[in-house]
């Protein structure tokens, strides 16, 4: 059963550094492709941060140059270092994760399979 738990999130001010970890089990970590996705309140799931399972990243128009998405295959972590952080980015943060997804399709919250449970980010 594959298990992601997120942490790392509260409450900074803008302009501010937050890291999140997304700590996975049950799987063959280096064998998925991860992303941070994220839930403003009122709004649907927005991909924010793609890595595949070679460590090609891509990014949201809206985080790129600010975010960075990061794995450690040999302790089965995925990181998101978040700096210059503003009101917009105030969310629920997850992490996703699926075996092979299309890579055109990384920003599509409903192409993943697994998720966790969320940590939120607030900005303010």
């Known amino acids: 059963e594959v298990q992601l738990v997120e942490s790392g999130g509260g409450l900074v001010q803008p302009g501010g550094s937050l890291t999140l970890t997304c700590t996975v089990s049950?799987?063959?970590?280096?064998?998925?492709?991860m992303s941070w996705v994220r839930q403003a309140p009122g709004k649907g799931r927005e991909g924010v941060a793609f890595?595949?399972?070679?460590?090609?990243?891509n990014y949201a128009w809206s985080v790129k140059d600010r975010f960075t998405i990061s794995k450690d295959n040999a302790n089965n972590a995925l990181y998101l270092q978040m700096n210059g952080l503003n009101p917009e980015d105030t969310a629920i943060y997850y992490c996703?994760?699926?075996?092979?997804?299309?890579?055109?399709?990384?920003?599509?919250?409903?192409?993943?399979?697994?998720w966790g449970q969320g940590t939120q980010v607030t900005v303010s």
């Open positions: 890595i595949d399972r070679g460590g090609a990243t």
């Open positions: 049950g799987v063959t970590f280096r064998a998925y492709d």
């Open positions: 996703a994760a699926r075996c092979r997804i299309v890579p055109k399709d990384w920003w599509d919250a409903v192409r993943y399979y697994d």
